[in-house]
């Protein structure tokens, strides 16, 4: 444990903040951070679209149904948003 932290004491904290450590030989629990971690960034995604070459019309599909499911989901936040806000139980909050 100590030799650990005295070998990544010396290291640049990109590379530090980059590591994951496996615990008790624990692989698995190890792989499923590193993939939530990817899947976090988008690096995964990249690289599910970037694996094959994507035709120009297939590109277009799906930047259009990216851009229409964005401006969907936002609306759909709104309107729960007012929903909440409007089914609350105290109706005047902070009027006591």
């Known amino acids: 444990m100590f030799l ?12 530090i903040a980059r590591t994951v450590f496996v615990k008790n030989n624990n692989v698995d629990d190890a792989s499923r951070l590193v ?15 970037t694996r094959y070459y994507e035709k120009p019309y297939q590109t277009r599909r799906r930047v259009n149904h990216e851009r229409c499911k964005a401006i969907y989901n936002e609306d ?19 009027c006591s």
């Open 35 to 49: 993939n939530r971690i990817l899947g976090k960034e988008g690096i995964l995604e990249q690289y599910r679209l």
């Open 76 to 94: 759909m936040e709104r309107k729960i948003q007012f929903v909440l806000r409007k089914n609350r139980h105290d109706p005047f909050p902070g």
């Open 4 to 15: 650990t932290l005295r070998l990544l004491s010396n290291r640049h904290p990109s590379f």
